[in-house]
């Protein structure tokens, strides 16, 4: 994706103008120019010659509504949800699947050349979710008064706003977590102003109300398989799951390791994790309360580096420098970085891979948010020799 520098003339806010879309912003917006000026537009896809009525300008671009398609993209759909547009919870409902992969593609290759400074070909084709609505297993649904109609909303937040959209399902969700927004419309909150937390539990593993798990059942076989095969190429003979949660990376790759060591912050998680590993008799290994930065220093002291696989899973925001540099330091075999966001992991790539102690063989994005602007990456790190 380029780098958006304007240097043609502004439009003006309410103006009426025709752009050929030829990209897609990270948020999910089309791209187009007018006399060489960026302009943004929610709900136009590549390749499409639209109308738009400029609702924003700034110094260096502009952002539109969508008044009408006057070529439309062979890749548009129907959305399926009646809130498409007004939620801002899906980004891609208009583009069809096929194409929606295409794009995460595009914006995680352009992500590494950019901020990476690494080759767009290490990134492979963004693998599918068998399911691209109906996967999710866990949502937030807030509650807000309503107060012009004199009702509580229930439901997401508007996309440009903190407002509530008042809906009775969500065609991302799983079946069954629709029939529990039912039931909590039935029952509603006392008030405006409160979470609740909707979830499916994952069949075979204890997780805590409030720990994490991944949100998507269908997909999550490729991401286990996509971990596992980088993990069983590399030969190490020891793992370290950072981040580990309820230690499901740990245990779902521990039959190709000697021993393994995983580390939490979450105490609940940490104690799900030890009975996640009980269940299976996994024996060879342990898990650790504390925090990532702080811990690995003592647990990369117990495996040889050259022998160990670390897998990072961090938060959104990504590793911290420091964290980098204790591995650089380390130099184990090989790093398995799994990532919600492209960004900051080329951000942390262009660091694990500026001056050549490590290299990245390549990374695999898997769709495990279909219909929206998120794609899950797996990077796999190798030791330079």
């Not at 160990?308 to 899973?313: Q, V």
Request: charged share 25%; glycine share 8%.
């Amino acid at each position: 994706m380029e780098a958006f520098v304007s240097t043609g003339s502004p439009p003006s806010a309410g103006e009426r103008i025709t752009l050929t879309i030829h990209d897609v912003g990270f948020g999910g917006e089309g791209i187009g120019r007018l006399q060489d000026f960026v302009v943004f537009v929610t709900g136009a896809i590549p390749g499409e010659t639209i109308e738009a009525e400029v609702t924003e300008v700034k110094k260096q671009f502009a952002r539109a509504r969508l008044v009408r398609i006057i070529t439309p993209s062979p890749d548009r759909a129907e959305p399926r949800c009646r809130h498409y547009g007004l939620c801002g919870g899906c980004q891609y409902q208009h583009v069809a699947y096929p194409r929606q992969l295409e794009i995460k593609t595009k914006q995680v290759r352009d992500l590494l050349v950019r901020i990476g400074k690494l080759p767009a070909d290490r990134v492979k084709a963004t693998l599918p979710c068998p399911e691209p609505y109906g996967y999710r297993n866990r949502i937030m649904v807030r509650s807000q008064w309503n107060k012009p109609e004199q009702r509580l909303n229930i439901g997401f937040l508007e996309a440009d706003s903190r407002l509530v959209v008042d809906l009775e399902e969500c065609v991302i969700a799983e079946p069954a977590l629709n029939d529990q927004i039912r039931q909590l419309r039935l029952n509603p909150p006392p008030k405006g102003g409160i979470k609740v937390v909707l979830r499916i539990a994952p069949e075979g593993w204890i997780v805590g109300r409030d720990s994490f798990f991944q949100n998507n059942f269908f997909a999550l076989p490729q991401l286990t398989e996509t971990v596992r095969e980088a993990a069983r190429s590399s030969g190490s003979r020891f793992l370290i799951d950072t981040y580990c949660g309820v230690g499901f990376f740990a245990l779902e790759l521990s039959d190709l390791f000697e021993r393994f060591i995983g580390v939490e912050l979450d105490a609940m998680a940490i104690r799900s994790a030890r009975q996640n590993a009980e269940i299976r008799g996994r024996t060879n290994g342990e898990f650790v309360q504390g925090r990532t930065e702080e811990k690995l220093a003592e647990l990369i002291g117990q495996f040889p580096g050259a022998e160990t696989t670390i897998i990072l899973d961090p938060p959104r925001t990504g590793c911290t420098p420091s964290i980098i540099e204790a591995l650089k330091a380390y130099r184990p075999r090989q790093v398995i970085y799994v990532s919600c966001h492209p960004a900051t992991l080329a951000r942390d790539l262009n660091t694990f891979c500026s001056d050549g102690v490590f290299d990245l063989r390549q990374i695999v994005p898997i769709d495990m948010f279909p219909q929206t602007q998120h794609v899950e990456c797996v990077a796999d790190i190798r030791l330079q020799t």
